[in-house]
């Protein structure tokens, strides 16, 4: 079964700096999606990006770049110039190819809580 | 503006009722999902639904009933069965492109509490 992991309950950075925030995964399926989601204190969830396992090249959105080490199974999120809006939950997720035809399963790690300092 | 909402946003059940919690997206996708969400976790599905008439049972659908009777609604019940359903319940919505990468859209959420 496919299997999220994030070490990092906690982060805290100071504004304009650059993070990474850790995702590793488990699957024995060659074909799957990684997605990053970012959950403010509002609680809706906001996708950010998506890497594909065949994608040659990182994912990039603005500020927002997946670090995809395929041998090392890690989808690690970088953000560039951080700003104190980034200050939110952010959740990785991987897409469940066999369960579901069609409809995409998504299991989803524990979250890393990132704070920006100003 | 496309997008999903959800309500009530928030909800307050006293035990042994059933609640229902509404989602409606006008995005046209096709599938949608419903997931919980426990303090300081991740989202784990309860059901989903790949087309109208159709639904599967996710992870934790013990103690919840869905349906889709239009292609834009997917309503949550929380049926008196479910041993402990305080919790933040997202709906989500995708195209249904079998075997494709689609992006999951969330809604703003519904938060329950059991009084």
């Known amino acids: 079964a496919q299997k999220i992991t994030q070490t990092q309950p906690g982060m805290f950075v100071q504004e304009k700096e650059a993070v990474t925030l850790d995702c590793t995964y488990d699957?024995?399926?060659?074909?799957?999606?990684l997605f990053w989601y970012k959950q403010p204190s509002s609680g809706e969830m906001i996708f950010l990006i998506y890497?594909?396992?065949?994608?040659?090249q990182n994912a990039t959105e603005g500020r927002y770049s997946l670090n995809f080490q395929k041998a090392r199974k890690s989808a690690n999120l970088v953000i560039s110039a951080s700003q104190l809006g980034d200050s939110a939950m952010y959740f990785c997720a991987m897409r469940d190819p066999f369960k579901i035809q069609g409809a995409q399963k998504l299991v989803f790690g524990q979250g890393t809580r990132l704070t920006i300092n100003p | 503006d496309g997008g999903i909402t959800q309500s009530p946003k928030y909800l307050f059940r006293k035990e042994g009722q059933n609640v229902t919690l509404s989602c409606e997206q006008n995005l046209n996708h096709d599938a949608m999902y419903w997931y919980r969400q426990d303090p300081g976790q991740g989202l784990r599905l309860i059901y989903y639904s790949q087309i109208v008439n159709d639904f599967q049972k996710g992870d934790i659908a013990e103690g919840y009933s869905v349906s889709r009777e239009k292609k834009e609604s997917f309503p949550l019940t929380v049926t008196s069965a479910q041993k402990n359903p305080t919790a933040f319940y997202l709906c989500a919505s995708s195209i249904n492109v079998l075997g494709g990468g689609d992006t999951q859209y969330f809604g703003p959420g519904t938060r329950l509490t059991v009084l």
């Open positions: 890497q594909g396992s065949y994608d040659q």
């Open positions: 699957t024995s399926d060659p074909s799957y999606g």
